[in-house]
């Protein structure tokens, strides 16, 4: 079995591959300081409730766009299943260019969502990613990561309403009823939902005439399905799309070996 861990700024996502399918996917809040005997016990404890034994997990794959978080992930993966992770970055083969001024600027979601995206969809397209950051990945015929666009997260966009503007409080996001809003929280979700429903729709716009060519558009991202309600531009909503590329790009490398300083048996019932 494959362990992927996509360590992202607010989520940390793991999960469990064997060759037919995923056996689980499970969250928790990204905390740089956790220990990897803290992920330890959450993720043994859900391996179990799954029936999925520590000691059939075999390879690792993590992709991480918050560095402080490496290094307890990693002895997770050390100590606790006996396996060397594999660590997404620019320099793997991923089977495609990253058509990028600094290819190592690139954050790893960003080239894993491509990964994923043309094996399974096909090219040219635009992934769009709803996390802390909205991205716009652009995708040749080829696969190529040709450039996109970061702009601030839904969540991120309205803690800075609320900490900017005194008398504008703190909101949930959700799709408003009408778009003009009788009083100030519907007018804010208002402003949020369809403003954001506005700029993927524009954005994906401006990106189609530059490109010159018809473009598909898969969105990923806890907030795609709600952001989907308001809009037809997306052609499929794949909630698993990276980690779907963490499962390829551990196919495309070879297992990094486990030091003998770490080697031991990982837990077992």
């Known amino acids: 079995m494959l362990l992927v861990i996509d360590a992202g700024n607010t989520n940390i996502v793991m999960?469990?591959?064997?060759?037919?399918?995923?056996?689980?996917?499970?969250?928790?809040?990204?905390?740089?300081?956790?220990t990897s005997d803290e992920y330890a016990v959450w993720l043994l404890t859900l391996l179990r409730h799954q029936d999925i034994d520590p000691r059939a997990i075999t390879r690792a794959v993590m992709g991480i766009v918050v560095p402080a978080a490496?290094?307890?992930?990693?002895?997770?993966?050390?100590?606790?299943?006996?396996?060397?992770?594999?660590?997404a970055s620019w320099e793997l083969n991923?089977?495609?260019?990253?058509?990028m001024d600094a290819p190592t600027e690139v954050g790893a979601d960003r080239l894993l969502n491509t990964l994923a995206a043309h094996q399974i969809y096909g090219g040219p397209l635009v992934v769009v990613d709803f996390g802390t950051a909205t991205t716009f990945d652009v995708?040749?015929?080829?696969?190529n990561f040709i450039g996109g666009i970061i702009s601030p997260g839904v969540n991120l966009s309205i803690e800075a309403l609320h900490k900017a503007a005194a008398r504008l409080p703190r909101i949930g996001i959700g799709r408003p009823q009408a778009v003009i809003g009788k009083s100030t929280v519907p007018a804010m979700r208002s402003g949020i939902f369809w403003?954001?429903?506005?700029?993927?729709e524009g954005l994906v716009a401006r990106i189609r005439a530059e490109?010159?060519?018809?473009m598909r558009v898969i969105a990923t991202g806890g907030l795609a399905p709600l952001f989907a309600e308001g809009t037809s531009i997306f052609e499929t909503i794949d909630p698993d799309l990276t980690l779907e590329g963490m499962r390829l790009l551990a196919l495309r490398n070879p297992a990094p070996s486990l030091s003998n300083d770490w080697k031991r048996?990982?837990?077992g019932d």
Not at 22 to 31: A, L, P, V
Not at 70 to 87: D, T
Not at 139 to 143: F, N, T
Not at 211 to 214: A, Y
């Open 195 to 200: 403003g954001y429903v506005g700029m993927v």
């Open 139 to 143: 995708v040749d015929h080829a696969g």
């Open 70 to 87: 490496i290094y307890h992930l990693r002895r997770l993966c050390r100590e606790w299943l006996a396996v060397e992770p594999l660590i």
């Open 265 to 267: 048996q990982p837990t």
């Open 15 to 34: 999960a469990v591959h064997d060759d037919s399918g995923w056996r689980g996917i499970w969250r928790i809040s990204t905390d740089p300081q956790r």
């Open 211 to 214: 490109f010159g060519q018809p």
């Open 94 to 99: 991923w089977g495609f260019e990253i058509k």
